[in-house]
């Protein structure tokens, strides 16, 4: 793919972006693999005043600019002028949002005084989604905000086909929605045989960054049901975030639980090599990477059907999906696998060949997608 010449303003809410040591995700190594295909990518991102980051360069041509701001409303009006800075000084061809909340009203704000055009992506499940709005008060003025917002994009990124229906479905243009994943660098995860070390209990796996829409007290719920009927096997969380001295003080006399903490993305791949089978329990998702990430390792999934997963997981074929919150349901699930190895293997393998034909690198749909946004823009000048 060749190197683009334009120049992309992101507004992001992912501080990991400007630290040093991020503590989940692989937010960093994506920014730079989009760099090396267009002239500049300028990132500015929302952080606490408390974490007193720095402005990063995470190569060549990527830069980071940490708001460190007093609070998130506060974000708004710092991100704004960190932007209006890196336009006076560049030649900016889009400006891109993490979602339609606050960074996209800072977008939109960019856009209508610079007149750039504007792309918002949605990753995250937030319209007409119940669980969603029950995670926090916080979330019902800003979906109040996202729906007039959105409005003002001339592009949207969607992660699955089902938010795409429901944006639709709220009234914008289907021409101006674009279904393409966060990117997973399959290779990465495809293994030539089975690296499973021999052991005495199985291993049910779980990967996720510790907040509330991961809901994790409903897996451990499952796991405790499963427990009494089979005790070779342990369930293994990975991952840091807020909820970890919550869920700490909930499997504290749990010796079958494994709160393991935060993993390097790098090192992912072999967390899911020594695991049976994989759960994810979020009450909401608009992709699921974990999913494909696990697929790919011929592991079969259990997942709570979420609008994400349910483009990722064919109940039956390569994992199960199970109601939101259904703890009963989903330790069935995690029991009829670990009574049935052979379900393990045969579901794990229809996992793999369903990622490898649905989920290849999408990083050159993204920059396509710039592309026709930049140049539909210099058509209409």
Not at 11 to 26: N, R, Y
Not at 105 to 123: A, N, P, T, Y
Not at 192 to 204: E, F, G, H, I, L
Not at 327 to 343: C, F, N, R, T, V
């Amino acid at each position: 793919m060749s190197k683009l010449p334009y120049n992309i303003l992101t507004i992001s809410w992912d501080p990991t972006l400007a630290m040093d040591k991020p503590d989940f995700g692989d937010a960093q190594k994506r920014n730079i693999e989009y760099g090396q295909h267009v002239q500049n990518i300028h990132s500015i991102t929302y952080s606490k005043q408390s974490l007193k980051l720095k402005d990063k360069q995470l190569s060549d041509n990527v830069f980071v600019y940490p708001t460190n701001s007093k609070n998130q409303l506060i974000f708004v009006s710092d991100a704004y002028k960190i932007a209006s800075k890196i336009i006076e000084k560049h030649k900016i061809d889009m400006v891109l949002t993490q979602d339609p909340f606050l960074t996209g009203l800072v977008g939109s704000k960019i856009k209508k005084k610079f007149g750039i055009k504007l792309l918002i992506h949605f990753h995250g499940d937030f319209f007409a989604n119940k669980q969603w709005l029950q995670e926090s008060w916080f979330n019902y003025p800003m979906l109040w905000l996202g729906k007039r917002v959105v409005r003002k994009a001339d592009a949207i990124r969607v992660m699955s086909q089902g938010i795409k229906i429901k944006l639709i479905k709220f009234g914008l243009a289907e021409s101006i929605i674009r279904v393409i994943p966060t990117p997973v660098d399959l290779s990465k995860f495809f293994i030539n045989k089975d690296q499973t070390t021999t052991k005495d209990k199985k291993v049910v796996l779980s990967i996720g960054r510790l907040v509330l829409a991961k809901d994790f007290p409903t897996l451990i719920e499952a796991v405790k049901k499963v427990r009494k009927i089979r005790q070779d096997f342990v369930l293994r969380i990975v991952g840091g975030g807020p909820e970890h001295n919550k869920l700490k003080k909930l499997i504290a006399k749990l010796d079958y639980i494994d709160l393991a903490g935060y993993v390097d993305h790098d090192d992912l791949p072999l967390e899911f090599q020594k695991c049976d089978l994989f759960v994810l329990s979020s009450t909401n998702e608009s992709f699921g990477k974990v999913l494909v990430e696990a697929n790919a390792c011929a592991k079969p999934v259990v997942s709570t059907a979420t609008t994400g997963a349910q483009e990722i997981v064919q109940d039956g074929h390569n994992g199960f999906l199970v109601p939101i919150k259904d703890s009963q349901a989903m330790a069935d699930k995690i029991l009829y696998l670990l009574d049935h190895p052979e379900k393990i293997k045969q579901m794990g393998s229809n996992g793999r060949r369903l990622m490898e034909e649905k989920f290849a690198n999408s990083t050159k749909k993204i920059i396509d997608f710039w592309y026709e946004i930049i140049n539909d823009n210099k058509k209409n000048r």
